[in-house]
DNA sequence: ATAATCAATGTACTTCCGTTGCATACTTAA
DNA sequence: TTAAGTATGCAACGGAAGTACATTGATTAT
């Protein structure tokens, strides 16, 4: 578990024992998830200290938020030493039409694009839609 | 006006009047529209009217809903024979971040991507985010 | 050790968007 | 002309994101 608390300070976030506790979980999961999950699984704790956890979280590049075309915001860990603002960092995301469930391909990087003139790209989302692994075996 | 009539027509949506201004509307406008901008357009008219308008043509074929990021529905008019749901009709957009608005770039196709086995793509969604060309000239 | 200071958590409330149920007006076909 | 089907209007609901303010907890300086 130091580990975790390592991670935290080296990011500029105080390792509180809620915070920890969604490290560990989301560390668990190998999926995204949304606040709405965080929520169901911490119960006790108040829905704006996990929201808060999160948005600090991706302030600091401890998650990245993906949006999968739900309409829900899903978060999930960074690689260990990732830059997500840096283009050739960003991987493409799969959203399951079945099961519902988010995953990061971290492999797979999002290609270059060429764009029309005078269109300057600085983020880009690429989610594929389809049957997870899960779900297709 | 006789050209919007057919195109509807032709889909399988009864050319109501609402539903040719709203068509020609999206015609007019070059950018992809949230419900809230057509709401704003036609206040006279329900939202709920605007709002199944909406779902229809998208049913029917002759719109396509828009992810851009904003977690807000945005719309755009197909291009006319177009197909959304073949995987080789799929274009990008891009959403600016300046002006908030987000245009179908019809030309650039989505790259074909290599899944790991066992995922199946159905759709995918591809959104650049950064500056358009009328925000950067 | 105590007080002052800042950060984290809790409580309550708000707004926005999407969605649905049901009533009413309109259009088409028998 | 009546009946059936479709479109529109009206009202309400629910989920998710976000914010203001109070309270608790941890750090630091005196
Ligand atoms: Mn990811
Ligand atoms: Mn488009
Ligand atoms: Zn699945
Ligand atoms: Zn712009």
Sequence with gaps: MKEIEKRLNDNGVRPTAM????????????????????????????????????KTFEQKGIVHQIDDGTHISKFALCEPGCNCELEQDLHLH???????ETVCLTEQKIP????PDGYVAEDANLVLKGICEKCSG
């Design 19 to 54: 915070r920890i506790l969604i490290y560990k979980y989301m560390a668990e999961k190998e999926i995204a998830v949304a606040l709405t999950d965080i929520e169901n699984v911490f119960a006790k704790a108040d829905r704006t200290t996990l929201y808060r956890t999160l």
């Design 112 to 115: 270059h694009i060429n764009l």
């Design 94 to 100: 799969f959203h399951c039409t079945n099961c519902d």
